[in-house]
């Protein structure tokens, strides 16, 4: 059985108006990330979103284990979405499914958003 | 103390259709490579490769070339080295022969390698006329297979 890691992402945008925010269109941005930052190779994975909240602006979505840190790191890399300047914030990542009704920390096996310079 | 650790790769150039030279030098199989690189593993993959990388010989008659890469960029030169086609303008592949850690293997390798080959194609040929021939085609580095 594959192991997922999900996360919890908070997504900011400059000019909400202008942008088409649909659970495609937002996984389209994160691939493009993962595969300009780490290539066909180093940057395929299968991403499956859980929940989208476009009123919230929040998505829970979950990717393999072994693209954990390359999935947190093209997520804070994007810069823009659909060339409007945006910034998405990662508030938790689990190995155990998350919600968003869920407060941080009722799930001890929840982890708060950090990475370390260890190989990617 | 800390050591640098490189790695010398040993490639060899296999052209598509038989060419006398491949009009190569270092800058444009530096450019291929590094290139392919940052398709298949992206700007992290190049950068993590960038630094100490090198093509330190390539000789364009013999169509065999030596890179120079840091010890924990091989794994990303070593795998993309087979998806490559195309080198500059030349349809051709790439043959990996040896990795070493120091270019002194690399060369050592490249002659056994060289010698091998040039025993083997002599032992082939059969009547001293063709060995003969064969032998002023490697003094003027006309070895095609």
Not at chain 2, 21 to 25: A, D, F, K, Q, V
């Given at each position: 059985m594959i192991g997922y890691h999900y996360f919890d992402v908070q997504l900011k945008f400059r000019?909400?108006?202008t942008v088409e925010l649909t659970p495609i269109y937002f996984r389209g941005c994160v691939l493009n990330s993962l595969e300009s930052f780490f290539g066909e190779i180093g940057g395929k994975t299968s991403l499956d979103i859980i929940k989208f909240s476009v009123e919230q602006r929040r998505v829970v979505f979950r990717v393999p284990e072994e693209f954990f840190k390359r999935t947190h790191t093209a997520i804070t890399l994007i810069g823009h979405y659909q060339k409007v300047p945006c910034h998405f914030r990662i508030l938790k990542t689990s190995k155990t499914p998350l919600d968003f009704q869920k407060d941080i920390g009722?799930?001890?096996n929840c982890e708060e958003a950090q990475i370390d310079d260890c190989q990617l | 103390m800390v050591r640098i650790k490189n790695r010398y790769i040993a490639v060899q150039i296999v052209p598509y259709a038989p060419v006398k030279?491949?009009?190569?030098?270092d800058h444009t199989l530096t450019k291929c490579l590094l290139q392919n690189i940052e398709k298949y593993y992206g700007v992290y993959g190049l950068g993590v490769l960038e630094h100490g990388f090198r093509v330190k010989y390539c000789n364009e008659r013999t169509k065999i070339a030596i890179i120079r890469c840091l010890h924990r960029g091989q794994r990303y030169v070593s795998s993309i080295l087979p998806l490559i086609t195309l080198i500059g303008d030349v349809r051709a592949k790439f043959r990996t022969l040896y990795t070493g850690a120091t270019i002194i293997q690399c060369n050592k390798f490249i002659i056994k390698h060289q010698r091998q080959f040039l025993d083997r194609m002599m032992g082939q040929v059969a009547s001293a006329k063709e060995r003969q021939d064969l032998f002023k085609r490697v003094m003027e580095l006309d070895m095609d297979r």
């Open positions: 000019d909400f108006d009722e799930n001890d | 030279s491949l009009r190569l030098n």
